[in-house]
């Protein structure tokens, strides 16, 4: 197996980030991250899609640094590459204030939140079925100005957040599966609310 992966993966470069621009992208990057390595195959059985088309959307990102080749299995008369995340988590950062970098960046994080929101229509519909299950939806949506003191200690409590959901997915854990999405967006400063 290749080396172990690097803690923290920036993404700054803009193709990279726009290769994070596909909630199909965001899912095989999620699916990689519970499973630390798995096949195309695998993974295709995993999220739906034919592993052809899945190949394409490894591909990107492979070419973006964000998987890579953690493994060659044989599998009857071929080579079965096995991927894997290149971080344990993955930020994005615009290098520059270009506006092709911002609209780059926009885009990622737009997928992000539709797959979000699939997952989150997924699991309200299947729950419906379930009368007696309490439907644990938390949602939080604020705006204010953060002081530099402030904005650092909300992003470390993001972090927080981050590390306890990743711990939690080391671990054999029991329970529901839950997703958590956290974008801290810089915004126009019209109103707070």
Request: hydrophobic share 40%; charged share 30%; proline share 5%.
């Amino acid at each position: 197996m290749a080396p172990r992966r690097e803690r923290s993966l920036t993404l700054q470069d803009p193709v990279a980030i726009e290769a994070l621009a596909s909630p199909h992208r965001f899912e095989i990057v999620a699916a990689l991250g519970e499973a630390e390595h798995a096949s195309i195959a695998a993974l295709a059985r995993r999220l739906g899609p034919t592993p052809h088309s899945l190949y394409y959307h490894v591909k990107l990102l492979e070419r973006a640094g964000v998987v890579r080749i953690a493994d060659t299995t044989r599998r009857g008369r071929r080579d079965e590459r096995i991927w894997t995340l290149a971080g344990e988590r993955i930020q994005l950062r615009t290098a520059t204030r270009s506006p092709a970098s911002i609209v780059k960046a926009s885009k990622a994080v737009d997928a992000m939140l539709r797959l979000t929101s699939r997952e989150l229509s997924a699991g309200l519909r299947r729950n419906a079925d379930r009368p007696d299950e309490k439907q644990p939806l938390t949602g939080i949506r604020m705006k204010a100005r953060l002081g530099d003191r402030a904005l650092r200690r909300v992003v470390g409590l993001m972090e927080e957040i981050g590390r306890l959901v990743r711990d939690a997915n080391r671990g054999a854990g029991s329970g529901r599966t839950f997703a958590v999405t956290l974008v801290l967006a810089p915004t126009e400063d019209k109103t707070t609310l």
